[in-house]
Nanobody
Framework: QVQLVESGGGLVQPGGSLRLSCAAS????????MGWYRQAPGKQRELVAQ???????NYGDSVKGRFTISRDNAKDTVYLQMNSLKPEDTAVYYC???????????????WGQGTQVTVSS
């Protein structure tokens, strides 16, 4: 099973910035879409941003213009640069990847364990 490990979460003041990273490891043949989701207490998990292996991106409406997703295909890593953070961005952020393993050539979605982002003064 391919594993995802997130890092970079923490406490930041409103208006500040954070950069999240998510590295995939295991018997990876290819990764199609990689993305970030978040879940605040009492709310459903929602899409933050996603990126294909070709670089096409898609953002949730609440983060457009403030967050930027990118990836390094050589390192099987996806990043989320978060600027102009607001208290409502407070949530656990999860990385998700659609992976194909080397052998057997199975394709599936896998999730990271999550990293806490807290925006507060």
């Amino acid at each position: 099973q391919v594993q995802l490990v997130e890092s970079g979460g923490g406490l930041v003041q409103p208006g500040g910035s954070l950069r999240l990273s998510c590295a995939a490891s295991g018997k990876i043949f290819s990764i199609n879409v990689m993305g970030w989701y978040r879940q605040a207490p009492g709310k459903q998990r929602e899409l933050v941003a996603q990126i294909t292996n070709g670089g096409s991106t898609n953002y949730g409406d609440s983060v457009k213009g403030r967050f930027t997703i990118s990836r390094d295909n050589a390192k099987d890593t996806v990043y989320l640069q978060m600027n102009s953070l607001k208290p409502e961005d407070t949530a656990v952020y999860y990385c998700k990847a659609n992976v194909r393993e080397i052998s057997p050539p199975i394709v599936y979605n896998t999730w990271g364990q999550g990293t806490q982002v807290t925006v507060s003064s």
